[in-house]
Structure formats: C-alpha cells, structure tokens
C-alpha cells in the first residue's frame, strides 16, 4: 500500500539551529501538506503546496519557514532558526486531489518526524 | 469559542461495549467532516468522512452530523482492544478545504 514516509523520524537541535524535515509524498499525488502537533496539543495545519507554490499557510507559518519539492519526489520544510517552541511532531501528508462538492480529496498522513529544540 | 472543541478524555470501556464520541464546532462554513484514529507514535489515519449532514455507515462504525447543532459523533459498536486508540475529529469548509482543524482528541482504551 503506498504511503507517505518522513524522514527523519527523530532530530535534536540546538536553538538558533536551521532543520530540514523531509518527505515523501504518495507518488501520483497533487497536494501537500505540512502539520504539527505540540505535545498534548491539538494537530495544527501550517501549510499546503500545489503546482510548485504555496496554496496556503497558516499564521505560524511565518518567515522562519518555508518548503520547497526540490524534485520530483521529495517534499521539504526548512525552519531557519529553530526557537523552544518550535519543538512538536511534524506531520506531512498528500493527497491526490481537493475535495469537491459531494467527493473528498483524502489526506495521507505520513508517521512524524519529532522535533526537540533544546 | 474554541473552533472545534473535543473531550480529550481517557475514556475506558469494557471489550464489545458501544462507544461514543463527540466533538463541536463554532465555523457554520465547515462542509466536510472527518474522524482520524491515531496509534501511538503514528499518524493520523482517516476513518470515515461525511459532506454535509447526515449519517455515514461503515462496518462497526458509524458518522453523524447535526449541522443545525453543530455537533458530529462517531459511534463504535462491538468495539475491540484493537480499537484503542486516540480518536480525532478534523473539519474543513469546501472553500480552503486543504486546511484541516482538528479537535483535541479523545484517547479510547478498550478494556478486554
């Protein structure tokens, strides 16, 4: 069954630290996603990516971050200069395609890859 | 008023009892309505989905919306230990609906 995989599953930074999370999305799908989970917290959205740009982003997607899918394969987030409360699970998923009236564009999640900031 | 507000439990039931979960919702542009189980340690895995009101069947589960009260329920019946899990509610109007909101998540253990 293809499935969306990150790497890495676990990374620990320093603070002021640039990190890159990395993704690879289902092969035939369109849409892609960042989202976070703080610990105890609620899964957060903060960006989704189509046709080699931004779509949309949420107000913690700030210029700390950006993404980029320098190939045709790999989907990346960067963030520049990591902060304590940028340590949380980051979530990246696909989709093959929006919801439509009466039809669903479902995402796949991929497993995580957990941040620590220290 | 929280977007989407979620009980986040524990909740504990006996192997086989019914299950009910609930989560509300303050954005009457929500159109699509989503459950996620998660494991621990996994992602989230989408369970069932409903456009607009109504009830969605699928095997032991059932999804329910109630628009006018903005209220969504996911029931399970004959539930499992296998069920356990963190349970996630998540919605979306039609127009940016790439943007997933989430509930807190109840954390289910079914009790063998």
């Known amino acids: 069954e293809p499935e969306v995989t990150q790497t890495p599953s676990h990374q620990v930074t320093q603070m002021g630290q640039e990190v890159i999370l990395r993704c690879v999305p289902i092969s035939n799908h369109l849409y892609f996603y960042w989202y976070r989970q703080i610990l105890g917290q609620k899964v957060e959205f903060l960006v989704s990516f189509y046709n080699n740009e931004i779509s949309e982003k949420s107000e913690i997607f700030d210029d700390q971050f950006s993404v980029e899918r320098p190939d045709g394969s790999n989907f990346t987030l960067k963030i520049r200069s990591t902060k304590l409360e940028d340590s949380a699970m980051y979530f990246c998923?696909?989709?093959?395609?929006?919801?439509?009236?009466?039809?669903?564009?479902?995402?796949?999640f991929g497993e995580g890859s957990r941040l620590t900031v220290l | 008023q929280k977007e989407v507000e979620q009980d986040p439990g524990p909740l504990s039931v006996p192997e086989g009892a019914i299950v009910s979960l609930n989560c509300t919702y303050s954005?009457?542009?929500?159109?699509?309505f989503m459950w996620y189980r998660q494991y621990s340690r996994k992602g989230p895995e989408l369970l069932m989905y409903?456009?607009?009101?109504g009830n969605k069947e699928d095997g032991r589960f059932t999804a329910q919306v109630d628009k006018s009260s903005k209220y969504i329920s996911l029931f399970i019946r004959d539930s499992q230990p296998s069920d356990s899990a963190t349970y996630l509610c998540?919605?979306?109007?039609?127009?940016?609906?790439?943007?997933?909101?989430f509930g807190q998540g109840t954390r289910l253990t079914i009790n063998p």
């Open positions: 954005n009457s542009a929500f159109q699509y």
């Open positions: 998540a919605m979306c109007p039609l127009q940016g609906a790439q943007k997933l909101v």
């Open positions: 409903t456009y607009s009101s």
């Open positions: 998923a696909s989709s093959e395609a929006l919801p439509v009236a009466g039809g669903f564009g479902e995402l796949f």
